[in-house]
């Protein structure tokens, strides 16, 4: 089946400093759909960006992630981290063979401190 | 925007028992989720749900586990009997497409449930 790898575990950045979360996927259909949810604490979570064409920018709040397919990937960035970033970030694709499911990642906490 | 609302916030109950939780979706969605959360870790795709069906489950949706959406008023995720690594937060989300732009899921503000 679809599986995700994302950056492992706790990201620590300081205020201001840019902020890069990876995310890979694997899978054997093609035309995958890309999601970013971030997950606030105590908060349910809710989508950061999407994304379903190759090398195309897609931006939202600050942050940014480029789909590419030739690579697999679907990396989140942000020029400057602020310290409301502080959330646990989730990279989730979807295809067609999965029954829809999404394939969540085991998440990327990023804490920013001052 | 869009709002899932999940029934109760909170819910404790003794181990063995049954507990029903209750999620009412955007009310023109047509895919349903359940998601699991143990304080401190990842949240885990449980079971995914259309046209009255169970499209996919994880290996975390046991035997006791069990969803339904009766004539379309909630959706619930039904546990019998629980057992106490049952406690976690029960994240409900929705979407109006499994597929494609129209897929992002909107979520609930989940439902705590502590087995004793």
């Known amino acids: 089946g679809d599986s995700v790898t994302q950056t492992e575990g706790l990201v620590t950045l300081t205020e201001g400093l840019p902020v890069m979360l990876n995310c890979t996927y694997q899978t054997i259909y093609s035309n995958p759909f890309l999601f970013w949810y971030v997950q606030h604490l105590n908060e349910s979570p809710r989508l950061l960006l999407k994304s379903f064409t190759d090398n195309k920018r897609t931006e939202h709040q600050g942050f940014h992630a480029t789909l590419h397919k030739s690579s697999s990937s679907f990396h989140l960035q942000k020029s400057s981290a602020q310290l409301s970033d502080s959330a646990l970030y989730y990279c989730a694709p979807i295809t067609s063979g999965g029954n829809y499911k999404p394939t969540f990642g085991k998440g990327t906490s990023l804490v920013v401190h001052p | 925007g869009p709002k899932v609302l999940q029934i109760p916030s909170h819910q404790i109950i003794d181990m063995g028992q049954m507990v029903t939780l209750n999620c009412d979706p955007v009310s023109n969605h047509l895919y349903f989720y359940w998601y699991k959360q143990i304080l401190g870790q990842q949240m885990e795709f449980l079971v995914n749900?259309?046209?009255?069906?169970?499209?996919?489950k994880s290996k975390l949706f046991k035997d006791q586990f069990s969803v339904e959406r009766p004539d379309g008023s909630y959706f619930t995720l039904k546990i019998q009997p629980t057992a106490l690594e049952d406690s976690a937060v029960y994240f409900c989300?929705?979407?109006?497409?499994?597929?494609?732009?129209?897929?992002?899921?909107?979520f609930g503000p989940g439902t705590r449930l502590t087995v004793l």
């Open positions: 749900f259309y046209n009255g069906k169970v499209m996919e």
């Open positions: 989300a929705s979407s109006l497409d499994g597929l494609g732009g129209y897929a992002e899921q909107f």
